[in-house]
C-alpha cells in the first residue's frame, strides 16, 4: 500500500511540474501565438513575417509576450528589406536598394498617436526613393514579387520586424489597446 501511495505522489508532483511548465510557456507566447517578445497579430492569427495592406486597411496588434503585457515606449522605423533588392539609377548615379540607404524612416511621415503610432507616406518604392534623393528622378526596374520594407519596431524588452509592402496613405498603428488600424491603404 505504501508503494502505492508513494507512486501515485511522484504521480501527481510530475503532472504538477508538467503543467506547471505548460501553463508557464503558454504565459510567454500568449497562448503559442508567438514565442518573439514583442510581435504582431491580426486579431486571429500571427504575422510572423509579411504583410499585404489590403487596399480597405487591415487591423493589426502590438503584442508582448509573458505576464507584463505594458508596452511602454517604444522606437518604430522603416528599413530597406535586404530581399527586395534591385539596382536603380537616380538622376543617373547608380545605387543599389539594399545598401543606398540604412534607414528609409525620414521618407514617411511618422507621428505618434495615443497608444500607437501613425505612418503616412503616398506612392510607392520609386516615389520614397525620389523623397531620399532630395526630389531626383528615379528610374529602375522593380521586382515583381516580394516585399519593399521592414517594419521595425523596438523596445528595451524585444523587437519586432514585419516586412510590408507600399504604404499609399495613411497608416494609424495603435498599440495593444484594441486594435491597430490602417486607413485609406489604397494602391495609385
Known amino acids: 500500500m505504501k508503494a502505492i ?3 501515485l505522489a511522484a504521480l501527481a508532483l510530475v503532472v504538477v511540474l508538467v503543467l506547471g511548465a505548460v501553463i508557464t510557456a503558454a504565459v510567454y507566447s500568449n497562448g503559442f501565438e508567438s514565442l518573439a517578445p514583442l510581435y504582431l497579430t491580426d486579431g486571429e492569427n500571427v504575422i510572423a513575417d509579411s ?8 487591423t493589426l496588434y502590438l503584442k508582448r509576450a509573458g505576464f ?7 522606437t518604430v522605423e522603416v528599413l530597406p528589406n535586404p530581399e527586395y533588392d534591385f539596382d536603380y539609377t537616380a538622376d543617373g548615379k547608380n545605387y543599389r536598394y539594399s545598401t543606398a540607404f540604412d534607414n528609409l524612416t525620414a521618407a514617411f511621415d511618422i507621428s505618434e498617436t495615443q497608444g500607437g503610432f501613425e505612418i503616412k507616406s ?8 525620389s523623397r531620399l534623393h532630395d526630389g531626383a528622378e528615379i528610374s529602375a526596374q522593380l ?8 517594419l521595425h519596431i523596438y523596445t528595451s524588452y524585444g523587437e519586432s520586424y514585419v516586412a510590408f509592402n507600399r504604404v499609399q496613405s495613411a497608416i494609424s498603428i495603435v498599440l495593444d489597446p484594441d486594435r491597430i488600424i490602417f486607413y485609406n491603404a489604397k494602391e495609385n
Not at 51 to 58: C, E, K, Q, S
Not at 143 to 150: I, K, Q, R, S, T
Open 5 to 7: 501511495n508513494k507512486m
Open 51 to 58: 504583410l499585404d495592406v489590403p487596399a480597405d486597411g487591415a
Open 68 to 74: 507584463d503585457k505594458a508596452i511602454g515606449s517604444y
Open 122 to 129: 503616398t506612392g510607392g518604392v520609386l516615389d520614397i526613393l
Open 143 to 150: 521586382p515583381e514579387e516580394g516585399y519593399a520594407f521592414l
